[in-house]
């Protein structure tokens, strides 16, 4: 189960993750770890488009992402909406080392943490409970900006 990448990015796979962070880190696979496109076939349609040429694509709803993630022996970059998600792997045996948090978006109850970065406090508690857990989580956009640890910005 080789994951080289964790990320948090609410609009999942687009121009900076094809690009930017796809020439950045050596892998094989994207998993999305998304209950709505797990379960749209013009989601999932649309991630594939956006999926750059070379690399596999894997989408999962969180159950299925559990048990399929440790079956799979290509270098993953695991991506979902929210670090909910995350939390949620991780605790089901989903051996993640570092997570790094993109965009999440502004809505009602969230509270800004950094330029593009709004949290409930349901994703507080995640965060928290994730860098509790030992791993890392750090807030960069692209692979050129430096990076922020979450735990400086809540």
């Not at 894997?58 to 929210?82: G, H, L, P, T, Y």
């Not at 800004?112 to 030992?134: C, P, W």
Request: charge should be negative; proline fraction near 3%.
């Amino acid at each position: 189960m080789p994951i080289v990448f964790s990320r948090v990015e609410e609009r999942l796979i687009h121009g900076q993750v094809s690009t930017a962070w796809a020439q950045a880190i050596n892998f094989d696979t994207f998993v999305v770890v998304d209950n709505d496109s797990a379960k749209n076939e013009m989601l999932k349609d649309l991630l594939e488009m956006a999926c750059p040429r070379g690399k596999k694509l894997c989408v999962f709803d969180e159950n299925d992402a559990i048990e399929q993630i440790n079956n799979i022996s290509r270098k993953m970059f695991i991506i979902a909406k929210s670090p909910i998600t995350f939390l949620n792997l991780i605790k089901n045996g989903v051996k993640i080392t570092n997570l790094n948090i993109g965009s999440i978006h502004f809505k009602p109850g969230k509270k800004e943490i950094f330029k593009t970065v709004y949290v409930s406090e349901e994703e507080l508690d995640a965060l928290r409970e994730i860098t509790d857990m030992g791993i890392v989580c750090e807030i960069q956009k692209l692979p050129t900006e430096s990076k922020k640890n979450i735990l400086d910005l809540i």
